[in-house]
């Protein structure tokens, strides 16, 4: 998963077409390349370790308070599987569930603009 996150943020700070995604990030990612791999093990089922450390905590409330839009939305579930599928894995088919998954529940999180 740490291989995921850090293509995952790499692509966000590099790549221009990630520039509104990046823009509602704090300046430093340091924190978030830090968490995002401990929520992704324990959300596909590994090790509850983010889960445990941040009880009743729900990824769409964590994120309302942050100017997500459709387009935003988007940005982030693509960088997200082009993070997956430039990652390591053992399993392609369940890696491709995983960024088809994420990227839904992404896209819920976008409001203020038609989803497509």
């Known amino acids: 998963m740490q291989a995921i996150a850090d293509r995952f943020y790499d ?11 990046r ?3 704090a300046a430093d990612l340091a924190p978030m390349r830090a968490a995002l791999p401990s929520f992704l093990a324990g959300w596909a089922g590994g090790p509850r370790d983010w889960f445990e450390a941040n009880p ?3 990824m769409v409330s964590m994120h ?9 939305a ?9 993070a997956i599928a430039q990652a390591p894995v053992a399993d392609r088919d369940v890696a491709e569930a995983m ?4 990227a839904r529940m992404a896209h819920g999180m976008g409001r203020g603009t038609e989803r497509g």
């Open 11 to 21: 692509l966000m700070e590099a790549d221009p077409a990630y520039a509104e995604l």
């Open 64 to 72: 309302a308070p942050f100017p997500i839009d459709h387009r935003t």
């Open 74 to 82: 988007g940005q982030w579930a693509d960088a997200m599987r082009r």
């Open 56 to 58: 009743g905590k729900c």
């Open 23 to 25: 823009a509602i990030h």
């Open 99 to 102: 960024a088809d998954v994420l």
